[in-house]
């Protein structure tokens, strides 16, 4: 039922804030403001060498995100990989080690041979789905559930928030049993998670903007969305959804690779999205976003106050998030990067819960 919303994926979209309450009530515990592991463990944290991470499309890019929180908060070093890569390239693995398999269906036929390829190879399997009755979820040792509801638009958007909440919780239990964060520090952590929700909401005011630069954005031909550090997976993520529904071509860059080539490719045609909430980064992010203000493109720059009064003048647009917690923030930027898709699609008149050539569920290689 899509209430009174005109598509399911504007639905998942503005439920988020209640998705990932739901999620985090799982993953943490809010009156102590711990990380909660309700999941009987059949590995370690302490003592894992490594942990290995395949998904595919959305689910990939949530692992990338996990990548920076596992070795940033747990010291814990990450490989990821997309599904359809890693299972060809069969690579070796250190016994007991530790393979994660992000899926919102439990049955992406790629995801699951590359489950199947870790089991052969001695690795605890543990699995984030949100479809319990799944494939991939009866083949795992451990499965952590993500808990958004069932996702009917083909676009995944609460599945990937609901991802990056459970995986953050994860990071953080796996930060507390590797002995890295304090109490305090921990506290901290699940102090930011847990303001997600209203954080989430209040993102979700910037639409009716949004709508407007999205009617630009619909007679782009191409877009390019920079990140750096955690807010390049967001980028490519906003490159994938806008390709996705509204056909328009999308490209997610790592900002700093843009003078290695890319930035041939601006000129005044060119909407160019920069993802770049203040953390230790964001100067650098600016200082790339001013390269490309310098050959003439049009600036959309997703930021918070303190990023927004660092931006100067060569912005054509921002839209603004709610100052967080770095740790959260890429979270909370993947709002806007949702909703100018959406909107972009809307304007366009495509057929946004059911895009040409795309099936929700891909069970075949
Ligand atoms: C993008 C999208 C796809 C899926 C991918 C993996 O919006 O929905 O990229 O994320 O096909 O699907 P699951 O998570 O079901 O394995």
Redesign the pocket.
Known sequence: DKGNHRHFMAKEIDEQPETISHTLSHYVDMASETAALREGLPFDFASLPRLTIS??????YAGCVAKYWFERYARLPVDIDVASEFRYREPPLMPNGLSLF???????AD?LAALRYCASQDQHIASLI??LEST?ARESDVVFPILCGPEIG????K??TAQLTALAGLAVAAGRARGVLTPEAERQLVHALVGLPSAVSEALRAETQIMEIARHLSRAKDVLYLGRGQMFPIAMEGA??LK?ISYIHAEGYPAGELKHGPIALIDEDMPVIVVAPSDELVDKTLSNMQEVAARGGRIILITDEVGANAAGKDVAEIIRIPQVSSFVAPIVATIPVQLLAYHTAVAMGTDVDQPRN?A???TVE
Do not use: H
Not at 55 to 60: E, I, L, N, P, Q
Not at 102 to 108: A, D, N, V
């Open positions: 998904a595919c499309g959305t689910a990939y992000i899926s919102q269906s439990g049955e992406t995801t949100n479809t991939i083909v676009a995944s958007t599945a990937f994938l959804k996705e795309l929700k569920s891909v």
